[in-house]
């Protein structure tokens, strides 16, 4: 049976990938920062009779993360790694403290550069591995008011497009999985990095941002949806990079790359709403 290590499955996209490939013939270790709240999906697990192994993993933590791969090694060679555990926040630049910026960055590329490294050695040896790195559309679409999360989901791209060119000769495959808006609790867990403030100079970006995920709330994707794509990928005879998940995520994706940097960057001026609900539907079929 192949072993599959899916990070950040308390909840949400982890939690579901988690089952859906054990259901398709996968060992899966399950890591979560916190096992307290992996009863769940133990429990999942238990009701199908499900191979999944829930352990701690906090992926900015090396000591934890040694741990938790010479475990899983010992039950074998890892064939399949997704890199879920992620952070978010929205707030202005300006407001945003370092060590809230960093956070992000700790948890979102460099938790994923350390997962990365842990697997790469046996899977390059095996000439064999596929790994699947959970972005966002934000890692497409420069996103005002989450400054820091953008960055950090534009680091995970560049950094997964240059590692699939990297190991492509090796036989891993190496592939990013780009969901919009998901129904999950991640919007819950960075509540404290959010902030919004009626009287701030802001407060025009702050609202437009808020309206962007309240219209992908009005048809959000759910956690199947990416664990469906993280199955297809690795399973179509036909290597395909990029994966986005969600209408929004489609329009978004599909949008950027045809309009040019200005024409994002002056969407930032003083609209009236028509007027930015125009060009967004207009550049991304995304109805604000």
Not at 181 to 186: K, P, Q, R
Request: aromatic share 8%; proline share 5%.
């Amino acid at each position: 049976m192949k072993i599959a290590v899916v990070t950040g499955t308390s909840t949400g996209i982890g939690f579901t990938t988690s089952l859906h490939l054990a259901r398709n013939g996968y060992q899966v270790f399950a890591g979560m920062r916190n096992t307290a709240k992996g009863q769940a999906l133990v429990d999942a697990a238990r009701a199908e009779s499900l191979p999944v192994t829930v352990l701690q993993m906090d992926v900015t933590d090396a000591t934890s993360l040694a741990a938790a791969f010479a475990t899983i090694h010992q039950a074998g060679q890892v064939s399949l790694l997704v890199n879920n555990a992620g952070i978010g926040g929205a707030t202005p630049l300006e407001l945003t403290p370092e060590a809230e910026h960093r956070q992000i960055f700790e948890t979102n590329y460099f938790g994923t550069i350390n997962c990365i490294q842990a697997v790469l050695p046996s899977m390059r040896e095996r000439g064999a591995g596929d790994i699947v790195n959970i972005s966002s559309i934000v890692g497409i679409m420069a996103t005002p008011n989450q400054i820091a999360y953008s960055a950090s989901k534009w680091a995970v791209e560049g950094a997964t497009e240059a590692l699939a060119h990297e190991v492509y000769r090796f036989g891993i495959r190496v592939y990013c999985v780009e969901p919009g808006v998901v129904a999950t609790s991640i919007f819950d867990n960075s509540a404290s990095a959010t902030r919004y403030d009626k009287t701030s100079p802001y407060q025009p970006i702050m609202r437009r941002n808020g309206k962007l995920y309240a219209a992908g709330f009005l048809a959000p994707a759910v956690p199947q949806q990416v664990a469906d794509a993280v199955l297809t990928a690795i399973t179509q005879p036909t290597y395909q990079f990029r994966w986005p998940v969600g209408k929004d995520a489609d329009g978004i994706c599909n949008g950027r790359p045809k309009i040019t940097a200005e024409q994002w960057i002056e969407m930032g001026d003083n609209l009236t709403d028509t007027e930015y609900n125009q060009r967004f539907k207009e550049y991304f079929d995304v109805q604000l």
